[in-house]
């Protein structure tokens, strides 16, 4: 499926499911989900992706599924639809990427959640404007206690990540070097146990 207006679409090759990505935070998610309306009628509207872990007894590569989510920015609850594999907790929405001391922060002052992201509480909230059930899926990235550069600097304003300007920011910090080797294991690790959970949970086959 072609790339429209820097939206990313992917159908699943034996099944009516479609994917969409247009890059980090709310005006990415907001456009994938409009972009979505185009391409399909949505019956059910999951958020996929990485997280970061608000729970210190979280692995790396654990897969979660959220009852609720909460928008940090509005303080509106979303409740997930009901399913049997909800692991519970709830998952924060923020504009930014949370750093080692935003999570303590947020540990203490919400003492359910288990787990960050940017997106999630977005499209809960265009699920419900629409009268879609939602889920949302997530696999931790990033444990509680990393010592990771702080992102945010490089995430543009359309929601892209700037590659180019953050290796030059790291070339010269050894200090980030083993924590930033770990996390791409890690990341990787997350994206293939969220695909073999997902599988699992639409049952389909992954593609190939």
């Given at each position: 499926m072609a790339t429209v207006d820097g939206v990313a679409g992917f159908q699943h090759p034996s099944a009516?499911?479609?994917?969409?990505?247009?890059?980090?935070?709310?005006?990415?998610?907001?456009?994938?989900?409009?972009?979505?309306?185009?391409?399909?009628?949505?019956?059910?509207?999951?958020?996929?992706?990485?997280?970061?872990?608000?729970?210190?007894?979280?692995?790396?590569?654990?897969?979660?599924?959220?009852?609720?989510?909460?928008?940090?920015?509005?303080?509106?609850?979303?409740?997930?639809?009901?399913?049997?594999?909800?692991?519970?907790?709830?998952?924060?929405?923020?504009?930014?990427?949370?750093?080692?001391?935003?999570?303590?922060r947020l540990a203490e002052s919400y003492p359910a959640a288990r787990s960050i992201d940017m997106e999630a509480a977005t499209l809960a909230r265009l699920a419900?404007?629409?009268?879609?059930?939602?889920?949302?899926?997530?696999?931790?990235?990033?444990?509680?206690?990393?010592?990771?550069?702080?992102?945010?600097?490089?995430?543009?304003?359309?929601?892209?990540?700037?590659?180019?300007?953050?290796?030059?920011?790291?070339?010269?910090?050894?200090?980030?070097?083993?924590?930033?080797?770990?996390?791409?294991?890690?990341?990787?690790?997350?994206?293939?146990?969220?695909?073999?959970?997902?599988?699992?949970?639409?049952?389909?086959?992954?593609?190939?």
């Open positions: 009516t499911i479609f994917a969409f990505h247009a890059g980090m935070g709310a005006g990415p998610a907001t456009r994938a989900f409009a972009r979505a309306q185009q391409v399909c009628e949505p019956v059910m509207l999951y958020s996929v992706g990485w997280a970061g872990a608000i729970s210190p007894k979280l692995m790396a590569g654990s897969v979660l599924r959220p009852d609720a989510v909460l928008d940090l920015a509005t303080g509106k609850r979303y409740t997930c639809a009901a399913t049997e594999y909800l692991t519970h907790g709830t998952l924060l929405t923020s504009r930014r990427v949370a750093q080692r001391e935003d999570k303590v419900i404007a629409n009268g879609l059930p939602f889920r949302t899926v997530k696999a931790v990235s990033d444990t509680f206690n990393e010592d990771l550069p702080d992102l945010n600097p490089f995430i543009t304003a359309d929601g892209q990540f700037a590659n180019a300007r953050f290796i030059a920011y790291v070339a010269v910090r050894p200090r980030y070097w083993s924590a930033l080797a770990a996390f791409g294991k890690q990341a990787a690790l997350a994206a293939a146990n969220l695909c073999d959970s997902l599988a699992g949970e639409l049952r389909v086959e992954k593609p190939r």
